[in-house]
């Protein structure tokens, strides 16, 4: 499938192209809703091998983004943004300009933020050349510690679903991928008393949160960490982690993690219910970065103790899901679907102007 054919396939209502030759740039902006207002996603700066690989990758997220928002019961639409690079290497103060200048273009139905490969130094230059970004050092920052407060919640919820009591003290979690939003998991949890086994492609990375917590957590190689028996796999890298071969291997009775599409297939989510394994949708659990940078477009700006009170709200979303998955006799992918579904149906379904 071509790239023109990818993105036709989809329901998205707008997919932009940058490119700037003074700077190298190589960027795509993806809309994929505004029907519940602007879109709001972060932008990925990553190595793609080839430019349909990251029009895929822009594509998936930022239908997620919709979802997300909807979901968690924000006034926002679903959009994402990659910039096609290495960021050790192609990162400079004027490529981030020019991608802020494409931004800009956008008039406000695009509003961008942190992700993979972006930091907030690079949110600060994007917001000298528009005012269409979130997550800078004059508001809600990086997004990662909301989103890994979110993630223990739903932690929570799922221990109040097995137990009747959300306490996480003596879980053992198995956090895969330690970068931004998995390292500051691992502290939450360190804090909660769980016991922690971490994994991570980079030894930087791991000896990094081994050096904070010490003796408080275990190791693990990364080829083998979904394979280790657990309350909780957490997965918090890239996506396509849970497929039909590594679903088997699993011997958590739960996962909740921050990475982004985690299925690898749609039949992935049936795969685990049928394995008995407790899977809470990726866009529902790792909310809590986007409803952290949503409230900096509230009247009266961001304000960090009502924004984090509200990632809270990531608990009762959690047991809304598997309540409607009880009810209606459905998987949790599909409850989590059906609930956005409804709430995006309430919305305006028109392409709109955004001041």
Same mark, same amino acid.
């Given at each position: 499938?071509?790239?023109?054919?990818?993105?036709?396939?989809g329901?998205?209502e707008?997919?932009?192209?940058?490119?700037?030759?003074?700077?190298?740039?190589?960027?795509?902006?993806?809309?994929h809703s505004t029907?519940?207002?602007?879109?709001?996603?972060g !932008?990925?700066?990553?190595?793609y091998?080839?430019?349909?690989? #990251?029009?895929?990758?822009?594509?998936?997220?930022?239908?997620?983004? /919709?979802?997300? #928002?909807?979901?968690? %019961?924000?006034?926002?639409? *679903?959009?994402?943004?990659?910039?096609?690079?290495? =960021?050790?290497r192609?990162?400079?103060?004027?490529?981030?300009?020019?991608?802020?200048?494409f931004?800009?273009?956008?008039?406000?139905?695009y509003? /961008?933020?942190?992700?993979?490969?972006?930091?907030?130094?690079?949110?600060?230059?994007?917001?000298?050349?528009?005012?269409?970004?979130? *997550? !800078?050092?004059? %508001?809600?920052?990086?997004?990662?510690?909301?989103?890994?407060? %979110?993630? &223990?919640?739903?932690?929570?919820?799922?221990?109040?679903?097995?137990?009747?009591?959300?306490?996480?003290?003596?879980?053992? &979690?198995?956090?895969?991928?330690?970068?931004k939003?998995?390292?500051? @998991?691992?502290?939450? @949890?360190?804090?909660?008393g769980?016991?922690?086994?971490?994994?991570?492609?980079?030894?930087?990375?791991?000896?990094?949160v081994?050096?904070?917590? %010490?003796?408080?957590?275990?190791?693990?190689g990364?080829?083998d960490?979904?394979?280790?028996?657990?309350?909780?796999?957490?997965?918090?890298?890239?996506?396509?982690?849970?497929?039909? $071969?590594?679903?088997?291997?699993?011997?958590?009775?739960?996962? &909740?993690?921050?990475?982004?599409? $985690?299925?690898?297939? =749609?039949?992935?989510?049936?795969?685990?219910?049928?394995? *008995?394994?407790?899977?809470? =949708?990726?866009?529902?659990?790792?909310? +809590?970065?986007i409803?952290?940078?949503a409230?900096?477009? /509230?009247?009266g700006?961001?304000?960090?103790?009502?924004?984090?009170?509200?990632?809270?709200?990531?608990?009762?979303?959690?047991l809304?899901?598997?309540?409607?998955?009880?009810?209606?006799?459905?998987?949790?992918?599909?409850?989590?679907?059906?609930?956005?579904?409804?709430?995006?149906?309430? +919305?305006?379904?028109?392409?709109?102007?955004?001041?």
């Open positions: 499938m071509n790239t023109f054919d990818r993105v036709e396939a329901d998205h707008q997919v932009v192209f940058c490119h700037d030759r003074a700077t190298g740039l190589r960027a795509v902006i993806a809309i029907a519940l207002g602007p879109s709001l996603g !932008t990925r700066f990553y190595p091998p080839s430019t349909e690989a #990251a029009v895929a990758d822009v594509l998936r997220l930022a239908e997620g983004m /919709t979802y997300k #928002a909807a979901v968690a %019961g924000l006034d926002q639409g *679903g959009g994402k943004a990659v910039i096609i690079g290495d =960021p050790s192609d990162r400079t103060e004027d490529l981030v300009l020019a991608y802020g200048r931004v800009d273009t956008l008039s406000g139905r509003i /961008t933020a942190e992700d993979v490969g972006t930091t907030q130094a690079d949110m600060d230059l994007i917001a000298r050349v528009t005012p269409y970004v979130t *997550g !800078t050092s004059d %508001g809600s920052g990086d997004p990662s510690a909301a989103t890994a407060l %979110g993630l &223990v919640w739903a932690m929570k919820a799922l221990f109040f679903l097995s137990s009747g009591a959300d306490d996480l003290g003596g879980a053992h &979690v198995v956090v895969a991928g330690v970068g939003v998995g390292s500051y @998991l691992v502290g939450n @949890l360190v804090n909660e769980v016991r922690v086994t971490i994994a991570d492609v980079s030894e930087q990375a791991v000896e990094r081994r050096s904070q917590h %010490g003796s408080a957590i275990a190791v693990a990364p080829e960490a979904h394979r280790i028996a657990c309350d909780i796999y957490s997965p918090c890298g890239l996506g396509g982690i849970l497929s039909a $071969q590594t679903i088997p291997e699993l011997r958590c009775w739960a996962v &909740v993690g921050a990475a982004n599409n $985690q299925l690898a297939s =749609p039949e992935d989510g049936a795969a685990l219910a049928d394995a *008995g394994i407790l899977y809470a =949708p990726d866009f529902v659990v790792n909310a +809590g970065g409803i952290n940078i409230a900096e477009r /509230t009247p700006g961001y304000d960090r103790e009502h924004a984090y009170a509200d990632v809270h709200r990531v608990y009762d979303t959690t809304q899901v598997f309540d409607t998955a009880k009810r209606d006799g459905i998987t949790p992918v599909d409850a989590a679907h059906s609930l956005a579904r409804r709430r995006l149906a309430a +919305g305006v379904h028109q392409i709109r102007n955004f001041p």
